[in-house]
């Protein structure tokens, strides 16, 4: 069994993936099994399968509006399941890969001294209404009474919230700046027409952090930190990416970047400069404008989703709710802030977008909900002697490399043929490498990694 380990090609790469996430602690279903140890079983994952495109639709409840290859494969394979117009389950596969996203942006936010933190979703009507943006927002808020008649509405954002809770505390000091203070929580936002599955939904996940320097340059070199460690988030990721100019929206602010991925199903068009640096989203130009601003040549136009999005905000918030610190003169100042968001649900559905086939569901090798899956032959078939050898080469694995505890799933479905299995590994798990095993006329033990990248 030892010489099986030596021979696995695959698992110093599964390993390293797995390492990058080190400190993520899976959501395990594991099970005992007479004569092994701990294993995960896919017979016990918890997956609506094999819906036809008629019955997504229906579940959909809008004929018209399945357009994204994404949304159909999520559904398809059951990786979301629709619970009502722009609202979905998050399946255990999809929520594996979140969390290893979460993971991630956690490790992103931290190396630039991010702080993590969890603010209600219930947010005072009355916190709104000081920034005037309880009418701005208008429809897109989800407004609610309490049994006493007090307003809220669920938040799609938390500018006011942050900045109230630093106003509350009276005696900061600039040594204590900055604060970089995130979160990664449900959102709410009521739109008129929900599409392209988690691309565009009612309900959704998000990372939006807030930032509270002492000086308008310290709050600029901060923006420039946050705006990298995204630059660095999306090449971890292996996402192609353009961050473009943009306006800034119900936010407000002085400055702002969205972080777009270029993809034709994308709601916003982009200008692009292919000699120089310069991008911008077409809302900020002229609408004649088709030269580069910053160095006359001509600009190229395409569709983006917006994955990511940073906003200077300068004294905006903290002027209405006195968000003050005592400065290096022992003066009051009122901090500069700056907000930065990332669509952690839309990340997810963007990214299948782009790197998937149309009928075979890809992640990124980081967020793959299992590093590697073992399929042992089927029952009844001449080599079934191999499944008790094949479940001990899982032990094995699992023991012998840590980083992989976890992250190996054991295809105990033995009702079906291996090539069924390997079809379903290549449609929806996405595993980088499928280990089959099977008896040989020696009796002993052989093994085929196959890699599902480039088939």
């Known amino acids: 069994m030892e010489g099986l380990l030596t021979r696995c090609r695959a698992l110093p790469t599964l390993a390293t993936c797995s390492h990058q996430l080190s400190g993520f602690v899976p959501h395990r279903f594991h099970y005992c099994v007479p004569g092994g140890g701990r ?23 809008r004929s018209g509006d399945l357009t994204c290859k994404s949304q159909r494969l999520m559904l398809q394979v059951g990786l979301i399941y629709p619970a009502s117009p722009g609202c979905y389950h998050l399946l255990p596969y999809t929520v594996r890969a979140m969390e290893k996203l979460v993971r991630v942006i956690d490790q ?22 000081a920034t005037n943006r309880w009418d701005l927002m208008g429809k897109e808020l989800l407004r609610l009474r309490d049994r006493h008649g007090k307003e809220y509405c669920l938040g799609p954002t938390h500018e006011e919230a942050i900045t109230a809770l630093i106003a509350s ?16 929580t449900r959102k709410f936002r009521d739109e008129p027409r929900p599409r392209f599955g988690l691309l565009r939904c009612r309900e959704f996940y998000m990372k939006d952090m807030y930032t509270f320097d002492s000086s308008p340059e310290a709050a600029q070199q901060t923006y420039s930190l946050v705006c990298d460690a995204y630059c660095s988030l999306f090449n971890r990721l292996g996402l192609r990416f353009v961050k473009v100019q943009a306006n800034v929206g119900s936010i407000g602010g002085t400055m702002s970047h969205e972080f777009q991925l270029p993809m034709d199903i994308g709601e916003d068009w982009l200008a692009i400069c292919p000699s120089c640096s310069f991008s911008a989203n ?3 130009l002229d609408v004649s404008q088709m030269n580069c601003p910053a160095c006359q040549g001509p600009l190229t136009k395409t569709k983006g989703i917006e994955v990511g999005h940073t906003f200077y ?51 990124p090798s980081l967020l793959a909900p299992y ?16 499944s008790e050898l094949a479940g ?55 093994h085929r990694i196959f890699s599902l990248i480039g088939g």
Not at 371 to 386: R, V
């Open 108 to 129: 992103e936010m931290q190396v630039i001294g991010g702080q993590k933190v969890n603010m209600p979703s219930l947010s005072p009507a009355e916190l709104w209404q």
């Open 371 to 386: 590093q590697a899956c073992l399929i042992p032959p089927k029952k009844g078939s001449k080599e079934e002697a191999a």
């Open 313 to 363: 905000l300068g004294t905006k918030y903290s002027s209405i709710f006195n968000a003050q610190f005592t400065n290096v003169y022992g003066k009051p100042s009122l901090a500069e802030m700056g907000c930065y968001g990332l669509g952690v649900t839309r990340i997810l559905a963007a990214a299948i977008e782009v790197l998937s086939t149309e009928d075979c569901v890809r992640w």
């Open 39 to 61: 294993r995960l079983l896919l017979s016990r994952v918890f997956q609506p399968q094999n819906l036809r495109e008629d019955q997504v639709l229906s579940l959909e409840g």
């Open 169 to 184: 505390q009276k005696k900061l000091s600039y040594k204590q700046l900055p604060f970089l203070l995130y979160q990664v």
């Open 282 to 284: 077409m809302e900020t």
């Open 392 to 446: 001990q080469l899982y032990d094995h694995i699992t023991e012998a490399v840590p980083q992989l505890h976890g992250e190996v799933l054991l295809d105990d479905r033995t009702h079906l043929t291996i090539g069924n299995r390997l079809k379903d590994a290549r449609t929806w798990m996405n595993l980088e490498n499928i280990i089959l095993s099977k008896l040989t006329q020696e009796q002993k033990m052989k």
